[in-house]
């Protein structure tokens, strides 16, 4: 039980386009669903934590308009980033709690902007 | 400001060995301290946790080892293969809040190699 998925697990776009990355908790319904970043062989970084059907509360430096969260259900929530450039190329992973302390974390999605 | 410091970066053990990483916090309001191990490529899998009120927690061949005067905790492999090379991280969070779930303040990470 409590697996997370993600989709899609690669994705190569060209700077200056939007991709959106779509975080699905399979067995169980997310109370909480937290959104990290990790550059090559460093630790998990948040980005941003959500709740289904209220505003993400970001992490300061990140920005909000530039990486859209939408928690639109339970078992769904969605990174947008918007205007990709190179610089957002990293591993993007999300996870989520079912209301105690453990967070399940899913496969991770890797972005390359070109 | 880094809460939650790890230690080494790297380490390797030879099989059947013991691995020992180590974490010290400074939030004395953590009160649950998670292990995550990763594969290259892959996301975070919970290894094992502990809270504050035990000072010892054992799976298997994983156990955590908890000082709360000192606010340190370490993860012990025994036994340690091939397989477990990883990276492993420590983590803390404090109790959940309405909005701010089971926050999660992680380690930098260890390397970790078993050589056969």
């Known amino acids: 039980g409590a697996v997370v998925s993600q989709h899609p697990s690669r994705v190569i776009c060209k700077s200056g386009t939007s991709v959106k990355i779509e975080c699905r908790s399979l067995?169980?319904?997310?109370?909480?669903m937290f959104w990290y970043r990790q550059f090559p062989k460093q630790s998990l970084m948040l980005m941003a934590t959500?709740?289904?059907?209220?505003?993400?509360?970001?992490e300061q430096g990140v920005e909000k308009d530039k990486f859209l969260i939408n928690h639109a259900s339970l078992t769904l929530s969605t990174l947008t980033v918007t205007s990709a450039h190179p610089e957002d190329s990293s591993f993007y992973i999300c996870?989520?709690?079912?209301?105690?302390?453990?967070?399940?974390f899913g496969p991770g999605t890797r972005l390359t902007v070109l | 400001q880094q809460q939650v410091k790890q230690s080494p970066q790297s380490l390797i053990v030879q099989k059947g060995g013991i691995s020992i990483i180590n974490c010290a916090y400074e939030?004395?309001?953590?009160?649950?301290f998670p292990w995550y191990q990763q594969f290259p490529g892959k996301g975070p899998a919970l290894l094992i946790a502990?809270?504050?009120?035990?000072s010892e927690k054992k799976e298997g061949r994983f156990t955590i080892s908890f000082n709360k005067s000192a606010k340190q905790f370490s993860l012990h492999i025994m036994d340690s293969q091939p397989g477990d090379s990883a990276t492993y991280f420590c983590?803390?969070?404090?109790?959940?809040?309405?909005?701010?779930?089971?926050?999660?303040?992680f380690g930098e990470g260890t390397q970790l190699t078993v050589n056969p």
């Open positions: 996870s989520a709690d079912l209301g105690g302390d453990t967070q399940y």
């Open positions: 067995d169980f319904q997310a109370t909480t």
């Open positions: 959500s709740n289904e059907g209220s505003k993400a509360t970001y």
């Open positions: 939030n004395t309001a953590f009160d649950y």
């Open positions: 502990i809270r504050p009120d035990v």
């Open positions: 983590a803390a969070s404090r109790a959940r809040g309405v909005t701010s779930g089971s926050r999660l303040t």
